[in-house]
């Protein structure tokens, strides 16, 4: 309990100023001296780890409604979170942003990820999904361009690349477009093509 002249260890409704040891009450922890408590409840540690999910409304989590996932242990309640979110609530250590800017082209995101980086910022993870809102002049090689770039402003070996879940030009059908197919062919086993793995 508190008065005025502080914390205080309370043995059936009195102080007891017989009591030393430490308490824990309300998911805080105290050091009592004869009765006089402190608060030493430890700082939450700082996650050990960065990722950083950039990319537009796919990343943002646009859409989200009621969703369920068969998982190894069983059946997860996914209903309205985008895949940042549903990562932080499995990575332990972890701490997951979502830079999901939905509308926003590829040149304005990579913008946006060169602003954030520019004062020293580093990731030890990015997972990247950007271009299905154009902002690369139609040239896959300036897309490519752009992912290298967010890449470097990150600081990071460790890297994701998602496909777009459709192809803006093409009924692309069960084959690899020509943009999974240039990502594929830039990022190897760091790319996922998202389009194809939903299908399969």
């Known amino acids: 309990g508190y008065n005025e002249a502080g914390a205080w260890y309370y043995n059936n409704g009195n102080i007891d100023f017989t009591f030393t040891g430490t308490v824990e009450c309300g998911g805080k922890v105290y050091e009592v001296t004869n009765g006089m408590a402190g608060d030493i409840t430890p700082e939450p540690e700082e996650p050990c780890y960065t990722i950083s999910c950039w990319g537009d409304s796919m990343t943002a989590g646009v859409g989200m409604g009621a969703a369920y996932m068969q998982t190894d242990e069983g059946i997860v309640d996914i209903s309205n979170k985008g895949y940042p979110e549903f990562l932080q609530e499995r990575v332990d250590d972890c701490k997951v942003n979502n830079f999901g800017f939905p509308g926003l082209g590829s040149d304005d995101i990579t913008d946006n990820a060169e602003w954030y980086y520019s004062d020293g910022t580093t990731d030890d993870c990015v997972i990247i999904e950007i271009g299905s ?35 803006p030009y093409y009924d692309a059908g069960v084959g690899e477009t020509a943009w999974e197919a240039t990502l594929h062919e830039a990022y190897g086993e760091h790319f996922i093509n998202m389009r194809l793995y939903l299908i399969e």
């Open 133 to 167: 809102n154009g902002g690369w002049n139609d040239d896959l090689n300036e897309l490519v361009r752009q992912y290298d770039a967010m890449i470097n402003y990150a600081g990071c070996s460790y890297y994701i690349i998602i496909g777009d879940t459709d192809d």
